[in-house]
Nanobody, 126 residues
Framework: QVQLLESGGGLVQAGGSLRLSCAASGLTFSRYAMGWFRQTPQKTRDFVAAIARSGSTTYYQDSVKGRFTISRDNAENTVYLQMNSLKPEDTAFYYC???????????????????WGQGTQVTVSS
């Protein structure tokens, strides 16, 4: 059974930092590209960042470029999202997801991803 378990969310002031982790089990982690998405009650689930199977390639939503960094440790079956210079508009529920069919191009649409975690709340106060 595949499980993706996010952690590291919480409440932080604007300008602060958080590091999200997503621990994967039940799948061959190195065969999956990984992504982070976020969702608020008023919006759809939006792409944040993705990383290729080897970690050699990353891709970001424009609004987080230069502030967020996605990384992975295939030995630990974990993907991370380092979030710096947080803004109130970053407030959302954050999900990690696994894409087993991404070989070259990283994909931003939620429908491409095979497995999802339960999410973790990030709240940024102004």
């Amino acid at each position: 059974q595949v499980q993706l378990l996010e952690s590291g969310g919480g409440l932080v002031q604007a300008g602060g930092s958080l590091r999200l982790s997503c621990a994967a089990s039940g799948l061959t982690f190195s065969r999956y590209a990984m992504g982070w998405f976020r969702q608020t009650p008023q919006k759809t689930r939006d792409f944040v960042a993705a990383i290729a199977r080897s970690g050699s390639t990353t891709y970001y939503q424009d609004s987080v470029k230069g502030r967020f960094t996605i990384s992975r440790d295939n030995a630990e079956n974990t993907v991370y999202l380092q979030m710096n210079s947080l803004k109130p508009e970053d407030t959302a529920f954050y999900y990690c997801a696994a894409d087993g069919n991404s070989y070259v191009n990283l994909r931003t649409g939620p429908a491409w991803y095979d497995y999802w975690g339960q999410g973790t709340q990030v709240t940024v106060s102004s």
